[in-house]
């Protein structure tokens, strides 16, 4: 049986990061969140990855029930918060896997600490092209900020959560990806979220698209094992990011989960876990070659 997961905080640096942990022996997983969401988001696959694996699955600052202070919300700054999370907890490498802005927070820790990487696991990644979906780049115009709030008033949580409420009596339930990004949304009703989000938004988005790319690095990973899991009906981020990061990275292995959207480790969570424990088991761990590293970089 897996171990049940359990939720914790700790203080870094004097910000308090919660996260969640299962499992107990076996290579490290650490599960990284995407935009607005938290560790609840792995709640339905957490359990099983349990099994054979110690996971690690925070609430990236700005998020959850993470402090949100008026802070850098970079790609960078995560990493570096995921870096001391796992020193802290005695864990030297991982697999890092990630999903939407988490998979952007992937390969940014991977690039800024390649001697802590063990594989890597991108999900319906930000941080592979352009394009994302309209909502988020609208989010990003100048004043947003200003008119926010009066979309995410707690009255419209209450009316919807009761309308929700009469359709669970009638036996029916709505999809994991609607619960997720009902989970999101009602998140930012609460100020200092809203702010930390926004903060986060615009670091990787602009009324034009995504504006953090790994495109030109990726070749970086050329030793790093990579798993690449998309859903082909992805209304967020297009399936089209999954092909074109597996062209760009050689050997790496790309896994589309037919009709399935944003969230695969949500609405395919026994198959989720059965990918990510199946790439770990036949895969081995890398190790970072500094000799190689300069290289790769030499030769572009």
């Known amino acids: 049986m897996p171990t049940r997961s359990e939720l914790h ?10 996260y969640r942990t299962a499992g107990d022996h076996g290579p490290v997983l650490l599960l990284v969140h995407g935009m607005a969401g938290s560790s609840d988001a792995w709640l339905r696959c957490i359990d099983d990855l349990g099994r054979e694996h110690r996971v690690v699955a925070p609430d990236l600052v700005g998020h959850g029930r993470s402090a949100k202070p008026r802070a850098d919300y970079s790609l960078g700054a995560q990493a570096s918060t995921l870096r001391d999370l796992l020193v802290a907890l005695g864990h030297e490498r991982a697999t890092v896997v990630g999903q939407s802005l988490g998979g952007g927070i992937a390969m940014q820790f991977a690039y800024q600490y390649p001697e802590r990487v063990e594989r890597l696991v991108l999900v319906s990644a930000g941080g592979l092209g352009d394009d994302v979906a309209f909502v988020l780049r609208a989010l990003t115009a100048p004043g947003v900020d200003l008119v926010l709030p009066l979309g995410f008033q707690s009255v419209v949580r209450t009316g919807v959560e009761t309308v929700t409420g009469w359709f669970g009596r009638l036996g029916l339930r709505p999809a994991p990806a609607t619960v997720e990004m009902w989970r999101a949304y009602t ?5 200092d979220t809203r702010r930390a989000f926004l903060h986060t938004l615009r670091s990787v988005v602009d009324v034009r698209g995504q504006r953090v790319s790994a495109a030109d690095r990726l070749y970086l990973a050329a030793h790093i094992p990579t798993l690449v899991v998309w859903g ?12 074109a990061a597996a062209e760009l990275m050689p050997g790496s292995e790309l896994v589309v989960m037919e009709g399935v959207g944003h969230f695969p480790h949500c609405e395919r969570p026994r198959e989720f876990a059965e990918l990510v424990g199946d790439f770990v088991g036949r895969t081995e761990p890398a190790e970072l070659d500094p000799g190689q590293l300069q290289s790769l970089i030499a030769a572009r």
Do not use: F, N, W, Y
Request: net charge negative; hydrophobic share 45%.
């Open 9 to 18: 905080t700790i203080e870094l640096h004097g910000t308090e990061v919660a």
């Open 187 to 191: 998140s930012l009703i609460d100020a």
């Open 232 to 243: 082909d009906a992805d209304p967020i981020i297009p399936v089209s990011h999954a092909h």
